[in-house]
């Protein structure tokens, strides 16, 4: 059966108010008219914006007009971009796609910005045909969806989050779901006819896809101790979620209750009397429980999983550091993740002096940030020959530059390299 799922933008895909509610405060303010509250401007998301700017601003229609031209001006370079995809979104149009349904865009925004804010967040890989108008010129929803349509299909929704919407499915002969987690209200859905009301993204992607949600990706970030991790996966977490990926923190070693106990005893500074082999052996323990009790669970419900650290850590510190091979470390956790690698993996390079310098400068340091300067060139060495044998998974970044600067380069190559993988799956 050839099914076509058709979308609304703005409020259905992403959550557009931050661009859309400072570029009509723009038109608002260069027109010298009076400030709207919140709760108006939340209206002015989804229908068209000669509509809203009648009805909810109190202008006249040759008013209402310039205050289009003023706010799009700002919208096209700016406001476009000040927006964010909703999470799950991401994962139900692939699974839409791995259905074989036919996926389209009608929205009430022109065609231009439309195909740039899909083609921005990395959507529009999904996406069979963007319908919008020409130019500055509202069109009926239902001519929009009609036009985002395939010439052929057995059944066809439309997905909106505001009357129009399902107005517009109805007269288009189509069937109308309401996206309750978007800027309509459920009375506002159901009365302008929507069949199926739903009040989350989860909700939407069981309605139209049972539990084919597909896997998750697995990211980690690695560096020595002192480059600035906790402060770049806090960057890379904001920038992945608004692009719409559900992300799920965890750590090695650590991340559940069984691997944050082996954890405490691992970095005692009491514990100087370990050896390398149980060192090692107690890195790989502690991984068996986490991929067992949280990275495999959490990658079968299709989010994004992002870890403070994974095997190469323990290859580059026990295998090099320690001087146990490589090999050696390996071998011992490949019964550990059975073959579970990261799809990407983030490597803050920084020069082992300078790291440690900054470790020592921050805290106290624990029983393995402690060890000589030998032992910390030897797990600099380590991580760079894993790179060497796995330039696919790493992305590198010179964590030696200002930390806003380091998180932009690591965001702009995380998600060039996400979107490939993608494309790929």
Not at 222 to 238: F, H
Request: with cysteine; hydrophobic share 35%.
């Amino acid at each position: 059966m050839r099914r076509a799922v058709i979308f609304d933008l703005d409020g259905t895909l992403t959550q557009s108010e931050e661009g859309i509610f400072n570029c009509v405060r723009y038109a608002l303010d260069t027109l010298h008219q009076k400030e709207l509250p919140e709760e108006t401007l939340r209206r002015f998301v989804g229908p068209p914006l000669q509509y809203s700017f009648v009805h909810e601003a109190g202008m006249t229609e040759e008013m209402a007009a310039e205050a289009v031209r003023v706010y799009r001006s700002r919208y096209t370079e700016v406001g476009l971009f000040e927006n964010r995809v909703y999470p799950g979104i991401r994962t139900l149009l692939a699974a839409l796609k791995r259905r074989g349904d036919w996926v389209g865009v009608a929205t009430g925004k022109p065609q231009g910005p439309s195909e740039r804010i899909l083609a921005h967040f990395g959507l529009a890989q999904w996406i069979d045909r963007i319908v919008g108008p020409a130019d500055s010129a509202d069109a009926g929803k239902a001519e929009l969806i009609r036009a985002a349509l395939p010439e052929a299909y057995d059944e066809a929704y439309m997905v909106g989050d505001r009357c129009f919407d399902m107005e517009g499915a109805r007269k288009a002969g189509i069937r109308g779901i309401g996206a309750g987690y978007g800027y309509g209200s459920e009375e506002e859905l159901r009365k302008s006819g929507a069949e199926y009301y739903a009040p989350t993204v989860q909700a939407l992607t069981s309605y139209l896809c049972g539990k084919d949600v597909g896997r998750g990706w697995f990211l980690s970030m690695e560096g020595l101790d002192g480059s600035g991790k906790s402060t770049q996966l806090s960057y890379l977490t904001q920038t992945l979620e608004r692009y719409g990926y559900e992300v799920v923190h965890t750590r090695e070693p650590g991340g559940c209750p069984i691997s944050e106990k082996i954890r405490e005893i691992i970095l005692d500074r009491d514990n100087q009397g370990m050896t390398e082999e149980t060192e090692a052996l107690l890195y790989a323990a502690s991984r068996a429980q986490h991929v067992h009790d949280v990275i495999r669970p959490v990658l079968e419900t299709g989010k994004l999983l992002l870890s403070d650290r994974y095997i190469d850590s323990s290859v580059a510190y026990q295998g090099g550091g320690r001087e146990l091979g490589v090999k050696t470390v390996m071998e011992i956790n490949q019964y550990a993740i059975h073959g579970l690698y990261p799809d990407i993996t983030v490597f803050l390079d920084l020069p082992h002096e300078v790291a440690i310098a900054r470790r020592y400068h921050d805290s106290v340091p624990d029983r393995m940030e402690m060890e000589s300067s030998a032992f910390h060139a030897r797990v600099e060495a380590a991580y760079r020959e894993m790179i060497r044998l796995h330039p696919e998974r790493f992305v590198c970044v010179d964590a030696s530059e200002p930390k806003e600067t380091v998180g932009e380069k690591m965001a702009e190559h995380v998600l060039k390299k996400l979107f490939a993988l993608e494309a790929e799956r």
